[in-house]
């Protein structure tokens, strides 16, 4: 009879920032990776890769409403602490940084931290006051927690580029790793919203992925062929039921999320943001032309 595997050692939970000081003392090379919880296999893969490069890993989970607009889904994101306590055990995790709204943002901050012309282009345009969420609350994860490196999904291009820019103008000395995008496997970056999909919502917002394989496989036309091949397969998605609602598919440079010319070559992002029902979804490939 096989013995059972004994249960994995559940992390430190610390919900203030003395318990978090506390849990990290004698810590050694620690990395950090953020997230709102709700947390699922593309979470785990930054965690895996964070512990392959340190001593110490901590997860942070807070959904932060810095981030979210008036009419965005903060009060239905989903907050599933023991269970994302449970997966972080699984995975080796040393510390969860789980902080209450009052701990990162006392009534009195007023001071916070934009992104610049980066930060306006694609999410930022969409979404105003994104960006300045998101990097407010990392910096502040940042000086925190006081890591050595700190892990990224590259499903969200665009913040990871900026967080990066952040890091290297305020000569913060940690050290910004992009995690590669992980997908289901029927294609769809693997994310925490698409829980509210149903299953016809699945099946439209297939075409994202299609999408950027389209204009992937156009690459040797071009800039315009890329853009050209990857918005066919939008359109037809426009008219599929439930319809694929376009926010906005661009072809960009990496390092300025800014669009690229018709004669560009070198790196570029093709990256999608559309709406299929309520859910807002993302995604993005890195092309070379």
Do not use: W
């Not at 490196?149 to 000395?173: E, H, I, T």
């Not at 397969?233 to 599929?240: E, R």
């Not at 906005?248 to 690229?260: I, K, S």
Request: charged share 20%; glycine share 8%.
């Amino acid at each position: 009879m096989t013995a059972p595997h004994p249960a994995a050692p559940a992390p430190l939970v610390a919900h203030t920032p003395d318990e978090l000081r506390r849990a990290l003392t004698g810590a050694g090379r620690v990395a950090l990776v953020p997230t709102m919880g709700a947390l699922h296999e593309g979470h785990r893969s930054l965690m895996r890769l964070a512990r392959e490069r340190a001593d110490t890993v901590v997860v942070s989970v807070f959904v932060n409403p810095l981030q979210f607009g008036p009419n965005e889904d903060f009060d239905r994101y989903p907050r599933t602490l023991d269970t994302d306590t449970a997966v972080c055990a699984e995975e080796g995790v040393d510390v969860v940084f789980a902080p209450g709204v009052d701990t990162m943002y006392p009534a009195e901050q007023t001071v916070t931290v934009h992104a610049g012309a980066m930060g306006d282009r694609l999410e930022g345009a969409s979404r105003p006051g994104f960006f300045t969420g998101v990097l407010t609350v990392v910096s502040k994860l940042l000086h925190l927690v006081g890591p050595d490196l700190a892990v990224f999904g590259s499903k969200d291009a665009q913040q990871l580029a900026v967080v990066r820019r952040m890091a290297a103008d305020l000569n913060m000395p940690v050290e910004i790793v992009g995690a590669p995008t992980l997908r289901d496997p029927d294609g769809l970056a693997t994310s925490s919203r698409n829980v509210y999909l149903s299953g016809a919502e699945r099946t439209s917002a297939l075409s994202l992925s299609r999408a950027l394989e389209a204009g992937r496989a156009a690459v040797p036309g071009g800039p315009d062929a890329v853009r050209a091949a990857a918005r066919a397969v939008l359109d037809d998605a426009a008219g599929a039921e439930p319809p694929v609602e376009l926010d906005y598919l661009a072809l960009v440079d990496p390092a300025t999320f800014a669009d690229v010319p018709a004669d560009h070559t070198g790196e570029a992002v093709l990256a999608v943001a559309a709406r299929v029902g309520a859910t807002r979804l993302i995604d993005n490939v890195s092309l070379t032309l």
